[in-house]
């Protein structure tokens, strides 16, 4: 390896660019991670090339890219980016408002879906309680375990959990109003719109 010139040490051409040199040289350096003398081999390669190149290009048998010999032109002409976008939503609301990923919203969604399904078929005055005592505690989970503040999730649960209560018993009250009797009981409507509050603020809240 020693009997070769700098440029087939490194496995590139005279004409290759310095990206080009620079790549190989960095490739070669994974290769020998471990050979120090074939460490040394290389970097002592590199810095041959790199000097060689500097004296053809001061006389003048390498030309220099116009982005380099013209930087001020690269600058005028580039492209004007885009003003992002500044979010100006209240410091408190981020607080709250949750990115979810695939799974925070498809687990709480599976759990909900079939405490409600239960409340749908099954009214019974014993049960309804049980299930919704069992989605309190999902949703004070689901809440709780993505920044490990049970306290606020605690207190958005019981929050959701007053709102679902009262949607449910008037948008019940409404459709009894119209329809003379929509079929569900008021219970029944009102645990089914506390559990979809409760999928809301266990997926998109924190």
Do not use: H
Not at 59 to 87: C, H, L, M, Y
């Amino acid at each position: 390896m020693s009997e070769q010139n700098p440029y087939e040490i490194l496995g590139v051409k005279e004409n290759s660019s310095f990206e080009e040199i620079q790549e190989a040289t960095n490739r070669l350096k994974e290769e020998y991670n471990n050979d120090t003398k074939q460490i040394a081999s290389i970097e002592t390669a590199y810095d041959a090339v790199i000097m060689d190149r500097l004296r053809r290009r001061q006389e003048g048998k390498i030309k220099v890219p116009d982005r380099i010999r013209f930087p001020e032109k690269t600058v005028q002409n580039a492209p004007t980016s885009k003003p992002v976008a500044q979010n100006n939503s209240p410091a408190w609301l981020e607080d709250f408002i949750d990115s979810p990923s695939q799974s925070d919203i498809i687990w709480p969604a599976g759990i909900f879906l079939l405490l409600g399904a239960a409340a749908l078929f099954y009214s019974q005055q014993t049960l309804l309680p049980l299930l919704m005592s069992f989605g309190i505690c999902s949703s004070v989970y689901f809440l709780g375990r993505k920044e490990k503040r049970y306290g606020r999730a605690v207190l958005i649960t019981l929050a959701a959990l007053v709102v679902g209560i009262t949607l449910g018993v008037a948008v019940s009250n409404l459709l009894n109003a119209q329809n003379g009797g929509a079929g569900f009981a008021e219970n029944q409507l009102a645990a089914i719109v506390t559990f979809f509050i409760f999928w809301l603020v266990s997926s998109f809240l924190r």
